[in-house]
């Protein structure tokens, strides 16, 4: 049966990193899912329309990871229907031998609650915020409102709402090097493999 690691999070919180770091170390594929609501969000028109004709092309696009693509993923993600066709391509991908790291805010609770291991990555509001104003060379006061108005959204919403799964490890990176978390989140993979 493939390993399959469901890793959690608020934005800018370094699951991104962290997802990546892991299926380089295990040799696993990596499914960033948050581009596939901001893909949704990016090509405007119906949300639904968009998400049924959803192809790889439109995850290549450029344009994906301002904050603009994040606000715009978060409205349509808080649509079940958009949700609903996007369950079968993600747990199809988990699938895949030897294993597969997926990221996102569902991942533990809805997509794969089987998964071997699971991770809820957070960071206090500050420090994320400069992370993600150093990545994209912007102003993190402005990012700091734009980040509290996405996760309070995502938490709030009814459909798969954004939350640890019972069985998440909480990791705490707001006093950690991003490459000391990655250390911590292979040496915990080891343990659940
Ligand atoms: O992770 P990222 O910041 O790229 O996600 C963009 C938005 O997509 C999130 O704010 C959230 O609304 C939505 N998302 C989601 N479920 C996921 C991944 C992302 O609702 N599994």
Same mark, same amino acid.
């Given at each position: 049966?493939?390993?399959?690691?469901?890793?959690?999070?608020?934005?800018?919180?370094?699951?991104?990193?962290?997802?990546?770091?892991?299926?380089?170390?295990?040799?696993?594929?990596?499914?960033?899912?948050?581009?596939?609501?901001?893909?949704?969000?990016?090509?405007?028109?119906?949300?639904?329309?968009?998400?049924?004709?959803?192809?790889?092309?439109?995850?290549?696009?450029?344009?994906?990871?301002?904050?603009?693509?994040?606000?715009?993923?978060?409205?349509?993600?808080?649509?079940?229907?958009?949700?609903?066709?996007?369950?079968?391509?993600?747990?199809?991908?988990?699938?895949?031998?030897?294993?597969?790291?997926?990221?996102?805010?569902?991942?533990?609770?809805?997509?794969?609650?089987?998964?071997?291991?699971?991770?809820?990555?957070?960071?206090?509001?500050?420090?994320?915020?400069?992370?993600?104003?150093?990545?994209?060379?912007?102003?993190?006061?402005?990012?700091?409102?734009?980040?509290?108005?996405?996760?309070?959204?995502?938490? $709030?919403?009814?459909?798969?709402?954004?939350?640890?799964?019972?069985?998440?490890?909480?990791?705490?990176?707001?006093?950690?090097?991003?490459?000391? $978390?990655?250390?911590?989140?292979?040496?915990?993979?080891?343990?659940?493999?």
């Amino acid at each position: 049966m493939p390993f399959t690691i469901a890793i959690d999070g608020p934005a800018a919180s370094g699951k991104g990193t962290i997802a990546r770091s892991l299926a380089r170390h295990f040799g696993f594929h990596h499914l960033d899912t948050g581009l596939l609501y901001r893909a949704i969000g990016a090509m405007g028109g119906d949300p639904v329309a968009a998400a049924r004709s959803l192809t790889p092309a439109d995850l290549a696009r450029d344009d994906l990871r301002t904050a603009e693509a994040g606000q715009a993923a978060s409205r349509v993600a808080a649509i079940p229907e958009v949700r609903a066709l996007l369950v079968d391509f993600q747990r199809g991908f988990a699938r895949q031998d030897p294993g597969a790291v997926l990221d996102g805010r569902d991942i533990g609770t809805v997509i794969c609650p089987d998964a071997q291991l699971k991770l809820y990555v957070t960071a206090c509001d500050e420090v994320r915020a400069q992370r993600r104003a150093a990545e994209l060379g912007v102003d993190a006061g402005d990012l700091l409102a734009e980040l509290r108005e996405r996760d309070a959204r995502d938490a $709030a919403r009814s459909a798969s709402p954004m939350r640890p799964a019972d069985d998440a490890l909480i990791f705490d990176t707001s006093d950690m090097t991003i490459d000391e $978390a990655v250390a911590l989140a292979v040496a915990r993979a080891r343990e659940a493999g």
